[in-house]
């Protein structure tokens, strides 16, 4: 029975376990316009029911591998083009300094992000690769996880549309997989949207990698990007999406909230970033579609207000590390460590560490993997620190 009181009967009905539909959940977002606190209390209130007081966070290297990309996104700035400055392509030597220097920083996971296919497109990325013994962008990543699962840190990789057997390949070394949706609203692709020149991020071709990840039973983390030019309906029906997809195969282990935050030099640099109230109401909404979901905001988009957040029923805020940056949005730096959980406890929640894959998907992951995990969890399945220092 709802331990809370709330004024609106719908919010009353999420609460009460009653799926609600997407209609009931554009009426809620109508109403949380004019006033958003039942929405934020009833998010909170699910939130305890489903995660407790418990706030997570997973300690991670950033390991830029290739960051060409086939595709062009609006926004994004990580994209480099051969012969600037910043182009990056970590040698084997590059990934095994720097994975020891993450486990001497207490770091248990190791991210893995490449541009969408960089060899279909650029022959400076296909030569490179040759020249390291790689014939694809994947065989590398594989080769990446065993060296960083060598140094003791449990590999997570973001490659955009890999194809099933690609998938089967990274689930040896990998204990996760990342995709954004982004957004499940085909209007994102059309001319002068932000996804007109990225074919990846067209959503079937997206809905059908998450597919195929749930046909391999491989724990996914995916999400939303909020304030890209969609309507608060197409982002309702992103949230179902994703919901639709987690009740068909079980396997979304995290949705990401990320809020838009536009970028000088991009197609997009004068785009207003969404306003504070519209990205928290979708957090919230989140909540209540999906109760027993891992909801994560990334803190170092909102670096004055991210510990506010924890009011719309969060209850992680996804890879922060102490050593790298965070080469997708490097202007955003984390905040310390010790800062997240000094908020979170003047919040009344407990910080914890845990890996990149959640306890409740361990199931799901590689049996040697999943007893490499084991050896550094605690009882609740979260990271151990007298285990796994
Ligand atoms: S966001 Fe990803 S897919 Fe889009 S251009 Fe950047 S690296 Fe490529």
Request: net charge neutral; proline share 6%; with cysteine.
């Given at each position: 029975?709802n331990?809370?009181?709330?004024?609106?009967e719908?919010?009353?009905?999420?609460?009460?376990?009653?799926?609600?539909?997407r209609?009931?959940?554009?009426?809620?977002y109508?109403?949380?316009?004019?006033?958003?606190?039942?929405l934020?209390?009833a998010?909170?209130?699910?939130?305890?029911?489903n995660?407790?007081?418990?706030v997570?966070?997973?300690?991670?290297?950033?390991f830029?591998?290739i960051?060409?990309?086939?595709?062009t996104?609006?926004?994004?700035?990580?994209?480099?083009?051969?012969?600037d400055?910043?182009?990056?392509?970590?040698?084997?030597?590059?990934?095994?300094?720097?994975?020891?220097?993450?486990?001497?920083?207490g770091c248990?996971?190791?991210l893995f992000?490449t541009?969408?296919?960089?060899?279909q497109?650029?022959?400076?990325?296909?030569?490179?690769?040759?020249?390291?013994?790689?014939g694809?962008?994947?065989e590398?990543?594989?080769?990446?996880?065993?060296?960083?699962l060598?140094?003791?840190?449990?590999?997570?990789?973001?490659?955009?549309?890999l194809?099933k057997?690609?998938m089967n390949?990274?689930?040896?070394?990998?204990?996760?997989l990342?995709?954004?949706?982004?957004?499940?609203?085909?209007r994102?692709s059309?001319?002068?949207?932000?996804?007109?020149?990225?074919p990846?991020?067209?959503?079937?071709?997206?809905?059908r990698?998450?597919?195929?990840?749930?046909d391999?039973?491989?724990p996914?983390?995916?999400?939303?990007?909020?304030?890209?030019?969609?309507?608060?309906?197409?982002?309702?029906?992103?949230?179902?999406?994703?919901k639709?997809?987690?009740?068909?195969?079980g396997?979304?282990?995290?949705?990401?909230?990320?809020?838009f935050?536009?970028?000088p030099?991009?197609?997009?640099?004068?785009?207003p970033?969404?306003?504070?109230?519209?990205?928290?109401?979708?957090?919230?909404?989140?909540?209540l579609?999906?109760?027993?979901?891992?909801?994560?905001?990334?803190?170092?988009?909102?670096?004055?207000?991210?510990?506010?957040?924890?009011?719309t029923?969060?209850?992680?805020?996804g890879?922060?590390?102490p050593?790298?940056?965070?080469?997708?949005?490097?202007?955003?730096?984390?905040?310390?460590?010790e800062?997240?959980?000094q908020r979170?406890?003047?919040?009344?929640?407990?910080?914890?560490?845990?890996?990149?894959?959640?306890?409740?998907?361990?199931?799901?992951?590689?049996?040697?993997?999943?007893?490499?995990?084991?050896?550094?969890?605690?009882?609740?399945?979260l990271?151990d620190?007298e285990?796994?220092?």
């Open positions: 029975m331990e809370i009181i709330l004024k609106s719908l919010l009353n009905k999420a609460f009460d376990r009653k799926d609600i539909s209609n009931d959940a554009n009426r809620i109508e109403e949380a316009e004019k006033n958003p606190d039942e934020y209390r998010a909170q209130a699910m939130r305890n029911q995660k407790g007081k418990i997570t966070y997973s300690r991670k290297v950033f830029n591998m960051n060409l990309c086939r595709d996104c609006s926004y994004c700035t990580y994209k480099a083009e051969p012969g400055s910043g182009v990056s392509m970590m040698s084997r030597e590059d990934i095994t300094s720097l994975a020891k220097i993450g486990r001497v920083h248990t996971e190791a992000v541009g969408e296919r960089p060899e497109k650029y022959p400076e990325a296909r030569q490179w690769l040759a020249a390291n013994g790689f694809s962008t994947v590398y990543l594989a080769h990446a996880g065993e060296i960083a060598e140094s003791g840190l449990f590999p997570h990789t973001n490659a955009g549309n194809t057997s690609e390949q990274l689930k040896k070394t990998n204990v996760s990342g995709l954004m949706l982004e957004n499940a609203s085909e994102m059309e001319s002068k949207m932000p996804h007109e020149n990225a990846s991020k067209n959503p079937r071709a997206r809905i990698v998450l597919e195929n990840a749930g391999l039973s491989i996914v983390t995916t999400g939303l990007l909020v304030g890209i030019g969609e309507t608060p309906t197409e982002m309702i029906d992103s949230i179902f999406t994703i639709s997809l987690h009740m068909k195969y396997n979304i282990q995290e949705v990401i909230l990320q809020n935050q536009p970028k030099r991009t197609r997009m640099q004068d785009m970033r969404p306003e504070e109230r519209y990205f928290m109401n979708l957090v919230s909404l989140t909540r579609i999906m109760p027993e979901m891992n909801i994560q905001i990334p803190p170092n988009l909102s670096p004055e207000s991210y510990p506010s957040f924890l009011q029923g969060i209850n992680d805020w890879g922060i590390s050593i790298t940056p965070d080469y997708v949005n490097p202007e955003f730096s984390w905040p310390s460590i800062t997240v959980r979170c406890r003047d919040s009344g929640f407990v910080l914890r560490a845990r890996f990149p894959v959640y306890p409740e998907y361990f199931h799901m992951v590689d049996p040697a993997l999943r007893s490499r995990i084991k050896e550094r969890a605690d009882s609740l399945g990271v620190l285990r796994s220092p």
